[in-house]
């Protein structure tokens, strides 16, 4: 028997349905997530009870569990129905541009939302640009806006992952590098060797977490939660200095009056020394 996998199940709609009223019944009573089956049927919308029993039957086991009290989801189940919800597979609705009460780090214009094809982007219109995939979900029941502040904690989180050595998409090693790509800013990717999913992030955005970077903010009375990545400077070349070629290293000085912190990486982006002047 080949099994179901998530596709054939994404696939088909009463598939979807089924796992759908599960959810809305876990939803309803996290304490009593179960269905019976003609109440699960119901509420899939299934009129035919052995087309439904097929079905039911294809999403046994894997994603629906079949226990003494009625069926419910099971934790890869819940995994199916969160992608559906976040839109992981769905391009989303094209919206903007949407002025933002952000200015530009580099010529500080007001910066400007664009969603399009599941990239949210963020850019000034002379000089900047900030892009990053973005599953529609964020924006289904927020103003562009909105799904910007929550795009800020998204890829500060992602960078932090792969910071640790692991993927934001599929959680396998990711290996860091100097990127060969030519960028307007100096830039590490981190690359999946599962996936193939290269992050690309600004040196300087490399260490905006770093502890170091964050007492430095906290001295100064700055909560780093208000710099999200398109409005810092960390962000732009400017705070960068390539200090070695072979191999590369570089380094980020984070400024506030005449408190300087400077930051050296090497060509793996790990931070090889920290000092203050
Ligand atoms: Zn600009
Ligand atoms: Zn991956």
Redesign the pocket.
Known sequence: MVETNPFDVLADETRVEVLRALADRYREAPEDPFLSFSELRRRAGVRDSGNFNYHLGELRSRFVADTDRGYRLTNTGISVVTSLYAGTYDEGDRTGPTKLDETCPTCGEPLEATYSDSVLSIACPNDYEYQNVLPPGALADRTLPEAVDLFAVIVEEHVELARAGG?P????R?EWSVTEIPEPTPAYAAA?D????RLTVPVGGVVARHPEVLSFYARHGIDPRDRPPWTSTLSTGDAVERVADDPPKFRVTVEEGDDRLHLTLDESATVTDVSRS
């Open positions: 993927c998409k599929c959680y396998g990711v999946c599962r996936c193939g999913i």
